[in-house]
């Protein structure tokens, strides 16, 4: 299926140390989703973005809704070992709506982060 | 603490095996989904129902049958699966704001079920 380009597509990074991740797409979102995944566990949501432009902060993450709609940030601030683990981003394409308000969501194809102590 | 329960946690069938997997929420959330995940992937849709009602098939394999007895309880009835079946399958839920409402997926912690 449709998936979203995310980059980087693995990091190793020192404790402390600020990440960056991103998603892209050609085409326009109204909606973005950040999730985190365990090893064993389902993704849990971080963030939800709704509008262009957005800036949301959950704890040490913040996440921004791209302008062009067609993009999406994450970042962790002084990252911990606990941060350790595959962040997906997932998309709600602009487009018809589907019975019930139904939709599809577009993942990501993850990033994998690991956290040196 | 998620508040998507999924059970099994683990699954091993046969390939001549028909098994069930259970999902159920307490949100009222009215759309629940099937989402199918290989190791290092991102989950991939397969059903979504809303008001209990089917509303997406991702052109799933019939070996795959969903059912929704009620707004609380999402099942994936399994059978003759095949080895490349095995993958961690997940459940999710939404609230259902009708046309244009965005809402957030919430997953349970998935079944791992492995195809011998």
């Known amino acids: 299926g449709q998936q979203l380009n995310q980059s980087p597509q693995s990091m190793f990074i020192q404790e402390g140390e600020d990440v960056s991740m991103n998603c892209t797409s050609s085409?326009?979102?109204?909606?973005w989703l950040w999730y985190k995944q365990d090893p064993g566990e389902g993704p849990v949501l971080l963030i939800a973005l709704y509008k262009a432009g957005e800036l949301t902060s959950n704890g040490r993450l913040t996440a921004q809704f791209g302008i062009t709609r067609k993009d999406s940030f994450l970042n962790i601030s002084a990252s911990i070992p606990s941060d350790v683990g595959i962040y997906f981003c997932a998309g709600r394409p602009v487009g018809p709506v589907l019975t019930s308000g139904t939709y599809k969501y577009i993942f990501g194809t993850g990033t994998r982060l690991k956290v040196l102590a | 603490d998620t508040e998507v329960t999924q059970t099994p946690k683990h699954l091993v069938m046969g390939m001549t095996n028909k098994k069930s997997l259970k999902c159920e929420q307490h949100?009222?959330?009215?759309?629940m989904y099937w989402y199918k995940q290989k190791a290092k992937k991102p989950p991939e849709l397969m059903f979504v129902y809303s008001y209990e009602k089917l509303s997406i098939n991702e052109s799933v394999p019939s070996r795959f049958s969903p059912e929704c007895p009620n707004s609380s309880l999402l099942n994936l009835h399994l059978h003759a699966l095949q080895p490349e079946d095995s993958a961690l399958y997940l459940c999710?839920?939404?609230?259902?704001?009708?046309?244009?409402?965005?809402?957030?997926?919430?997953f349970g912690n998935g079944t791992r079920l492995t195809v011998t």
């Open positions: 949100m009222g959330h009215r759309a």
């Open positions: 999710a839920s939404s609230q259902d704001r009708g046309r244009g409402g965005n809402s957030p997926l919430h």
């Open positions: 085409s326009i979102f109204n909606t």
